[in-house]
């Protein structure tokens, strides 16, 4: 007889019935390795089962849901020779067509016969047809199963995994271990807020009657999450407060030449970020701020602004920043306004020599460099200062939580300046940045040029040719943007390779070069160097170029499949181009065959400069993910909550999490007794309190 397997919370997935070693490998792609793991993959949306409606009843411009089976799937090219699957769909009152372009992965998916739940925008070509409409295969075998729930979960797939698998395996786990999950909440905030129990919010997060009664538990497990992110932004507060730093009063003779030496006026937010520091700085506890800024908005001056108090002061002050293009042209910016105030300042990065490397070592350690400027060499062990009082992370969101931390223990509780030229929601700020001041500039400096922004449809991509060959005869150069460095079988995208052979076709009178992250730095700095010096006209490149490249003479760019990059990342590329006093432009050029939504998205960036309704216009369409960045905050991932559409929640939960920690501030009261016990579990982010 076969023993019996338990399940328990902490059980690999592998023995839930019909699992087993190779679906638990699946499922170990989308982060699912444990029971508790999969009761807490929460279903992306819902299909409720009583709104599937007949073909023959659809309407143009409906959202609608539709089952049906396959009558005919083939994969073809269109006149711009993209690729593009179709399927004929069928159900017992017509058919519709539904397409899918640039997706030659889909080819091999659809079978004549096979049903399909199908999603998405009705429109109208020779009939009615959906363009790239989400879609679930469904199971003949499943097909009573299906037709007895009203409301059906639709979990995040991967290759290998079919809606049923990932269906019933949650199913065992709810019943077999639901019972056994603890409640981590005090009684009181359930009832303040009318949250249901954690086990019902699982329950009816994957087994709804309604969508209401899912509604109803998903907001329950927001919650969690919003309030343990929140608690650990709150003990990190508390920490900081309680910390002493150096306080940098002397403030004159340094700053003051500074700003005499800069061929300019500071805008009105320059200035009052600049006052912020200097309190800050002043104060007895550590500064730990965050300075974000719009593109181009003039944050690196007032950085130096920063460095320059902790030098006036005696002290040290370290740059980090994520890439060495963007290290060089910081020491390209600032070196020579230091060496005009003979201010001692150093470049640290992988690429230079040993015996280079030994000497700038060793004016660190005795003090006799005053700035340093670099990459994450900055963090590497045998890196000693004299007496470091200011640490600054540039684009931190590009570093892991331990490389920060690393740098502020280069020095005895130091200051600490984060900069952002990702412009932040006031909801991503009170989450990824709760425990951080935070001065904004929105301004730029006088004397930049307007950047103009065009769509371009491919079949219209001659003209924009030509007017950016009329631009280059005017001395000016341009950028063109592509997201793939190689061809792939599974995007139908242009490489970069593919993109400089035809620009080189296109332009032979002028000089192309093409830059990207698989180049050695060297080479890359090399290219950088020759473009800036004006012997490159056009630069093929991907997004290595995205952050920090100054080219004051760059006037065009044209971005290649602007549909695969989200707007915040747009509007870091467009934000390299209009430097100098010139009128600069932005060409986005898009398939004929966009989805109407993608279009949409397109179509507000084409229409907006600011950078924080990008932004949030970015973060209601993607979700935080792209600003919060993958597992580089020291915080529990937020995957449940939406920090825009909950923002009510995440507010209710910051202030129960701030108030628990004023009256309990170690934890130890026996009311927060599992409030405890989950921080235990996510006790490396704990450890990271001092850490921005």
Request: charged content about 25%.
């Amino acid at each position: 007889m076969t023993k019996k397997t338990y399940l328990q919370l902490h059980s690999s997935v592998q023995y839930i019935k019909g699992i087993g070693p190779k679906r638990a490998a699946y499922l170990n792609r989308i982060g699912v390795e444990t029971v508790q793991d999969l009761l807490f993959l929460i279903p992306h949306r819902y299909i409720d089962y009583s709104q599937v409606m007949k073909i023959r009843d659809l309407k143009i411009n409906d959202e609608a849901t539709i089952l049906g089976r396959v009558a005919l799937a083939t994969a073809q090219r269109t006149r711009t020779r993209r690729s593009m699957v179709k399927v004929v769909l069928i159900d017992e009152t017509g058919e519709i067509v539904l397409r899918w372009f640039n997706r030659p992965d889909l080819k091999t998916k659809f079978e004549n016969g096979m049903r399909l739940l199908v999603s998405g925008k009705v429109s109208f070509y020779h009939g009615a047809q959906m363009i790239n409409p989400l879609f679930e295969g469904i199971d003949d075998k499943n097909g009573d199963g299906f037709n007895q729930g009203k409301v059906i979960p639709v979990y995040p797939l991967t290759e290998g995994l079919t809606l049923w698998d990932i269906k019933r395996a949650v199913t065992i786990a709810l019943r077999e271990c639901c019972s056994t999950v603890p409640e981590i909440l005090p009684s009181r905030l359930l009832e303040k807020h009318a949250l249901m129990t954690r086990r019902d919010a699982l329950f009816n997060i994957h087994e709804p009657k309604t969508v209401e009664e899912a509604r109803c538990a998903r907001r329950r497990l927001v919650y969690d999450e919003f309030f343990f992110f929140e608690l650990i932004l709150a003990k990190r507060r508390t920490a900081i407060k309680d910390t002493d730093g150096i306080k940098m009063i002397d403030k004159g003779t340094r700053t003051k030449e500074l700003l005499e030496l800069l061929p300019y006026d500071l805008t009105h937010d320059q200035k009052q970020a600049i006052q912020t520091i200097a309190r800050d700085m002043a104060a007895p506890r550590p500064m730990n701020l965050l300075l974000q800024g719009d593109v181009g908005s003039g944050k690196t001056i007032v950085a130096l602004y920063a460095m320059l108090i902790a030098v006036e002061n005696g002290y040290q002050a370290a740059l980090m920043a994520p890439t060495e293009i963007l290290a060089e042209q910081h020491s390209m910016v600032l070196s020579p306004l230091l060496e005009k105030m003979n201010v001692r300042v150093a470049l640290i990065t992988s690429s230079i020599r040993a015996a280079e490397r030994r000497k700038i070592l060793g004016a660190l350690q005795q003090g006799t460099t005053d700035i340093v400027i670099g990459t994450h060499a900055l963090i590497e062990g045998d890196i000693t200062f004299n007496h470091l009082g200011l640490a600054i992370v540039d684009e931190q969101h590009r570093f892991g939580v331990m490389q920060r931390a690393a740098l502020v223990n280069k020095g005895q509780n130091p200051d600490f300046l984060v900069l952002s030229a990702t412009p932040i929601p006031r909801t991503i700020a009170l989450t990824l940045y709760g425990d951080l001041d935070i001065a904004t500039i929105k301004e730029k400096p006088p004397g930049r040029g307007d950047v103009i922004t065009k769509i371009i449809r491919e079949r219209d991509k001659h003209d924009a040719y030509k007017f950016i060959r009329d631009q280059l005869a005017l001395h000016r150069q341009a950028f063109v943007i592509c997201p793939i460095i190689e061809r792939s079988e599974k995007f139908d995208l242009k490489s970069v390779q593919d993109i400089h052979q035809e620009i080189t076709r296109a332009f032979p009178e002028f000089q192309t070069g093409v830059i990207h992250g698989r180049l050695k730095t060297p080479e890359r700095i090399a290219i950088m160097e020759t473009f800036r010096s004006g012997r490159i006209d056009i630069l093929v490149a991907t997004t290595v170029i995205e952050v920090g490249v100054d080219i004051p003479n760059a006037a065009i760019m044209l971005i290649e499949h602007p549909e695969r990059f989200g707007l915040a990342q747009l509007h870091q590329l467009r934000g390299r181009i209009g430097r100098g006093a010139e009128k600069a432009y932005c060409f986005l050029l898009v398939d004929t065959y966009l989805k109407e939504e993608t279009y949409e998205r397109i179509s507000f960036f084409e229409k907006n400069n600011d950078g924080f309704a990008l932004a949030q216009q970015d973060m209601k369409l993607r979700g935080p993910g792209e600003i919060l960045g993958k597992r580089q905050h020291g915080l529990p991932d937020i995957r449940i909550g939406d920090l825009d559409a909950d923002r009510e929640i995440l507010f209710k939960a910051r202030d129960d999490a701030f108030d628990l920690i004023s009256i309990d501030p170690q934890i130890a009261s026996s009311d927060h007794a599992m409030v405890h016990l989950h921080l235990r579990a996510l006790a490396e982010q704990e450890e990271l309190l001092r850490i921005g």
